[in-house]
């Protein structure tokens, strides 16, 4: 499964909304697809699994949506600490899973 | 809170082995519902999974099929830590390598080493 994400980069102003897109090339099913966050020279950080579920700590502004091929990863509010390479994978039982190849959300 | 510390060389030599160690805190290495894996990110590559070890009733391997043939992933029971071994390097091998527990899912995961730059350079 091939994971595109859109767009490449996305400029918004602090309190903005951010709409992050990720379309997969074949049905995911179970909804096994998960977002992560990645700020510059930081390992990712798990936002969210199952599409729609926010992991441990993950503050109630990030959501999940989508199901099949499409999904989208909202922001409700953008706060200074969320501009961020964002990145979502395809997990489950495949030993091939699968990253999409990021989208940055910068300062406009 | 479960916690990963990575360890090992920032810069190997092209043809050698690479090899870098995950200590495990707040966790076990012999956990039945986790699985211990490393992944490397590059500008070109992008997030490569490279594999993984596990313990059911024994002990389990997976590795992606890019780099099979020189890949060692190896747990450290008395440590409690695991460990990589990357032969045969090549510059295409420079990296920023992750350890990362699997937890809940197969290939969800939810905690992150801090991540060593390994550079493939004489």
């Known amino acids: 499964i091939v994971l595109t994400q859109s767009p490449g980069t996305l400029s918004l102003s602090p309190g903005e909304r951010a709409a992050l897109s990720c379309r997969a090339s074949q049905y995911i099913s179970n909804n096994y697809l998960a977002w992560y966050q990645q700020t510059p020279g930081q390992a990712p950080r798990l936002l969210i699994y199952g599409a729609s579920s926010r992991a441990t700590g993950i503050p109630d502004r990030f959501s999940g949506s989508g199901s099949g091929t499409d999904f989208t990863l909202t922001i409700s509010r953008l706060e200074p600490e969320d501009f961020a390479v964002y990145y979502c994978q395809h997990y489950g039982s495949s030993p091939r899973n699968t990253f999409g190849q990021g989208t940055k959300v910068e300062i406009k | 809170q479960v916690q990963l510390q990575q360890s090992g060389p920032g810069l190997v030599k092209p043809s050698q082995t690479l090899s870098l160690t995950c200590a495990i805190f707040g966790d076990s290495v012999s956990n039945k519902s986790a699985a211990w894996n490393w992944i490397r990110q590059s500008p070109s590559r992008g997030l490569e999974w490279l594999g993984r070890t596990y313990y059911r009733s024994k002990w389990n391997n997976d590795y992606a099929v890019s780099v099979q043939s020189r890949i060692t992933i190896n747990p450290d029971t008395s440590k409690n830590q695991f460990s990589l071994q990357l032969k045969s390097v090549t510059p295409e091998d420079t990296a920023v390598y992750y350890c990362?527990?699997?937890?809940?899912?197969?290939?969800?995961?939810?905690?992150w080493g801090q991540g060593t730059l390994v550079t493939v350079s004489s």
């Open positions: 990362t527990r699997e937890g809940s899912e197969w290939y969800l995961f939810d905690y």
